[in-house]
C-alpha cells in the first residue's frame, strides 16, 4: 500500500524528486553483505561448526550495524544540502521510508542480539540458538529484498 501510494503522490505537481546521496550504494552493499555473512552463520548452525558462530554473528552485526550508521549519515547530508523531509512530498516519503527500514531493522537487531549473547556466552541451547539464527537470517534476507526494492524506486523517480 505504502509502494502504491509513493506511486499515486508522485503524479501530483509538487512533486520534486530527491538527489540520493551516494552512500546510499556503499550502504547496500553492507546490508548484501550482512545477509550473505547470515547465510554463512547460518550454514554453520545447521551442521553444528560451533566455531563459525561468534564470527558469523559479530560480523554481520558490525556490517548492519554499518547500514544503519550509514543511513544516518545520509540523511545528515540531505539535511545539510537543504533537502529537509518538510521541504515536498519526495524528501517525506525518501526519509519516512528509509526510516521504517531502519526501524526494521533495529527490531531484527534485537533478536540478534540475544542469539549473539547466547553465543558469547557459551549457551548449551544449541536447537534454541540455531532456531534463532535461521529465523534471523530469512528476516535479514527479506529485509534485503525490501530494501532493494525501495532503493530500487527511490533511484528510479
Not at 500500500?1 to 550502504?27: F, K, V
Not at 554463512?40 to 554481520?60: C, D, F, I, K, S
Not at 534463532?132 to 524506486?153: D, N
Amino acid at each position: 500500500l505504502i509502494l502504491s501510494a509513493y506511486a499515486l503522490r508522485m503524479e501530483l505537481g509538487d512533486w520534486i524528486p530527491l538527489t540520493e546521496p551516494q552512500l546510499l550504494w556503499s550502504n547496500t552493499v553492507m546490508l548484501i553483505m550482512a545477509s550473505i555473512v547470515f547465510q554463512w552463520t547460518r550454514n554453520a548452525a545447521v551442521n553444528e561448526q560451533h566455531g563459525r558462530l561468534q564470527p558469523g554473528l559479530l560480523l554481520t552485526g558490525l556490517l548492519t550495524l554499518g547500514f544503519i550508521l550509514g543511513q544516518f549519515i545520509a540523511w545528515q547530508q540531505l539535511q545539510n544540502s537543504g533537502q529537509l523531509i518538510t521541504n515536498n512530498p519526495a524528501n517525506a516519503f525518501f526519509y519516512f521510508l528509509t526510516g521504517a527500514h531502519a526501524v526494521h531493522i533495529l527490531g531484527g537487531m534485537y533478536v540478534w542480539a540475544r542469539a549473539t549473547i547466547k553465543v558469547v556466552s557459551g549457551s548449551q541451547d544449541v536447537d534454541g540458538i540455531r532456531r534463532s539464527i535461521e529465523l534471523c537470517t530469512i528476516y535479514w534476507h527479506y529485509l534485503l529484498l525490501v530494501w532493494l526494492v525501495l532503493f530500487g524506486l527511490l533511484l528510479s523517480t
